[in-house]
């Protein structure tokens, strides 16, 4: 398959819409390839992926915005357009667990996340600098103290966007980050929880879980935002648990879900598949 | 929602298809609810199951055929046109097993189906006339022996035109059919195998499961074909066993999967979800 | 097999338990046939449930408690003995939701629990009557407004003693139980609660499950204690959803994981597989 | 928790087994910690897995085994006896996939795997050999043609020998291992298939689900045996696929099943939870 084009769109219900911008694809050529729409009865949204081949195309990339920018103000979407061979800048930030980060580095690096490119590792601790430099990803270490947090923040942002990083990763990273910095990165900061969220927000949800004696346990990513755990969800998996095991255990079990559930969620992420509204997230899969 | 008419095509894939069909819908006032294609990159086949309400649509129903036509001719179209308020009626086939029949008897009854009318029930044993009787469903007895079993096939057949039949589901029916019963039904009755197929085809499949010693065991539902248990699959689920089940634990398991399944499945079909080519299935769900 | 005896047991843990109560079985000439152990090593707690044959066992039943007994004391054990054709007499409790009773009547009628004789079923509707007395079981209506909750509940408990009633299965019962209610059937009233606890507790989870935009949707099985859906959880389970469904979806969709999973719950308990400690269950399958 | 024993059998079952066995055990001071037993009622065979604390127990470890000894010979036992403490030399087996490896590399490297001593890799490309090698792995090169099979057999042999293998894990090794070799490592091969067996035994098994158009797929950790996927069935888990999903989507999706499902099976063979019997596993965990 050749080069394509991907259109986000989210507007206001209404008659017309999917002929509309299929007719536009089709007139100038487009070999539509995906189109996936959902209408959110309720509150009377249309959400729409659609992803086309450029190579008959007859508008040049720079134009496709201006050329669909009729249609748009018609039927006041927001809209976002991507191309398949675009790349996004990944910084992933890290604590002490490993698991996750050894996903993603292994990920990147076996081509899983074609639309990914990791700069960058940050983390709060060196103990992951040695594997994360093995894998040549340059690694910077940024120690937080209650004290020093508002300026760590401000250096690790002037990195970010020297770098010119369009997705932040938290790969089970153990700060809490400030909503100055959400602010800048909204719908752009993935993280990952180890539990079933809603249940067991905040902090040692295996505890609480062997505590409560669930039966099941999972693990959540979602978009971050400024009230904790509460932003979003991307992804959520589980995994049986009975009374033999113990927090250990549960702990154990989770990391394969959270590895894998973080995985799924960036690769969403990366292939433009994932509309945010009402904090909620659609999924083109 | 008002009353919508549904649109299952599948075509040789091509540019157009989308917005050419989507145009119509719009041209004529239709509101598109639901829209939702499939391409099969390796054969180049375009599916779609598109849905739109009627009430402002300008073509009376009986003309939307013909009004549709010439695009189906351009695309060399297969393509079905059904309406929300249509209702198949449809025959259940059992023998002695109750778990799916008494499924299908509640779902039907409690309104999960309100696309299907149960007409009728056929056993070749006499065991579940009470209960389908119970439910008010009439009970057909038709013992099936080498000897009869063309001439039973054909009364059956006859009482299936005689009602009108859309759909047959076997739920347990412990009966072959035979090819000529087969294409006169064909891609309209559904199987209920209590194994993951392709795994352990045929009979007694949860001894032979017992015997492999695996570790999950499934369900599948698919359209009959004249090959045994070869027909499309439509839904399959599956559970967890292990070395403590033996055959009749997995049996006892089995059952909530067969009957999960089985429902699954005549849902999607009640609701036109279903399209078959090549042996599989597209579940627009 | 033939006939067994089960004993159910709970001690601070120590060594030599298992060597003496499996002692006690074989010199008096009864066959193991299942012995599970679990030890909870955080509070140093253990758990039995072993059964045995007793064909060739010397005690007579109604002496084996005493036989027993200086075991027991010698461990400070709370220990249970049944017996495999005990038949405990159960009395299910529903409002208006007929699924979940109506997988308990199949059940009950179709062999799958033989451990419980269904004697009665209560209801604060009338919506059901119909199809319990189809099953050829008594119905009782006891209507409940906010004045007569006391007096309901205090018929309730006469009906239920006169009827030796062992189990009280909450069916989707939309009332909640008075504390002193509770108290006559501590660890012997199970609930099905129409989410994955502990996210979602109280009213309306499906409806909150949507609104926070979950991706996975559950059901728990519990016993009921005094505090609303905090009870000890035996059993859950879960399903898929995405942004597609619609909060019906997720009720259509959970209603076959209740049923279910309140189902296990049932049988798990009719064959003494349960024990309850510090508001969790070990469960012995 | 200190240092435990751990004895694995399996005999004729008879009445007295578990009083003989943990009576030894109580006997001589050892605190039983796990116990878990297990008869397969058709075949009236007994099985079992005992762990028991050393810290108290009055037999060195050299003597365990000849004061079991006469119980052993009394119920006629197959039995083994490890330490907590024991650790198996492991070889792993790859071509040139790298998913399985990598996994377990990390495991290895992370401390999940306590009992298991990684030595060194094998295999039949050069592909891998970086990799391995900065985990600080020894990679073995030995290419393999049908013409000198019998004879690379032998020297990898050799090198097992030498290494004091006890574990052979093949990751994805796309070699057919001869029955001479098979036989040296009787139920101590751990191979991957990458479909739910016994659907697609053989090659291709993600290609001919596709073709067959299941509606999930699976993966199956197992021992080798002569016979060709035929071994017996450690663990096995699933995954759903929808039309949506083409062949390489089921690849994907397959190798984070194929890496967790064969990691699974190595942990429970290190920690000396499995038990083979009639080409089936029994599993204690």
Known sequence: ???????????????????????????????IIHADQHIDFQKKIFFMRIEWELSDFKIPDSQIGDAFS????KFKMEWELHFSDEVKRVAIFVSKHD???YELLYRFKAGDFPGGDLRLVISNHLDLKELVERFGVPFYHFPVSREN???VEKKELEL???????????ARYMQILSDQFVNQYRNRIINIHHSFLPAFVGAKPYHRAYERGVKIIG??????????????IIEQDVVRVSHRDSVEDMIRKGRDLEKLVLARAVKWHLENKILV?????????
């Open 70 to 73: 009729p249609i748009a103000q």
């Open 160 to 170: 970010l966007k020297e770098e010119g990083i369009d997705l932040i990763i938290l």
């Open 149 to 151: 947090k508002q300026e």
């Open 219 to 232: 693990a959540t990513s979602h978009y971050v935002t400024e009230e904790l755990d509460q932003g979003p």
């Open 1 to 31: 398959m050749g080069r394509t084009a991907i259109l986000l769109i989210s507007c206001p219900d209404t008659k017309g819409i999917l002929a509309e911008v299929t007719g536009f694809i089709a007139r100038n050529g487009g070999n």
């Open 99 to 101: 698991h996750c980060l």
């Open 277 to 285: 509204y009402d904090n909620k997230t659609v999924i083109f899969d």
